[in-house]
Nanobody
Framework: QVQLVESGGGLVLPGGSLRLSCAAS????????MGWFRQAPGKEREFVTA????????YYADSVRGRFTMSRDNAKTTVYLQMNSLKPEDTAVYYC???????????????????WGKGILVTVSS
């Protein structure tokens, strides 16, 4: 089992940048695929990005591709979400997710993941 804690959220101006972190505790971090989802007020939770356990393939939602970058530091058992060129529509609670077995199709759906952080708010506003 793994526990996830997000940090780094806050208020940022449109066009600005922010880096989220997700610290994982528990054993065998390197065996976990990791993901980020977000949920805006009144909307369903949506896929943002995910990275495979071995740090190979990384997947992005069309809405963030080219602006967001996900990475992982296995030595620190932490994943990061670097968000650049932020837009007001990026405003949401961002959630970190983890699982040890997940197909490529399932990793883009909230139901495919077993472990979640509590989430952290990102507000993009002037």
């Amino acid at each position: 089992q793994v526990q996830l804690v997000e940090s780094g959220g806050g208020l940022v101006l449109p066009g600005g940048s922010l880096r989220l972190s997700c610290a994982a505790s528990g054993r065998l971090f390197t065996s976990y695929h990791m993901g980020w989802f977000r949920q805006a007020p009144g909307k369903e939770r949506e896929f943002v990005t995910a990275i495979r356990s071995y740090g190979g393939n990384t997947y992005y939602a069309d809405s963030v591709r080219g602006r967001f970058t996900m990475s992982r530091d296995n030595a620190k058992t932490t994943v990061y979400l670097q968000m650049n060129s932020l837009k007001p529509e990026d405003t949401a609670v961002y959630y970190c997710a983890a699982d040890r077995q997940i197909t490529t199709m399932a990793l883009m759906t909230p139901g495919g993941w077993n472990y979640w952080g509590k989430g952290i708010l990102v507000t993009v506003s002037s």
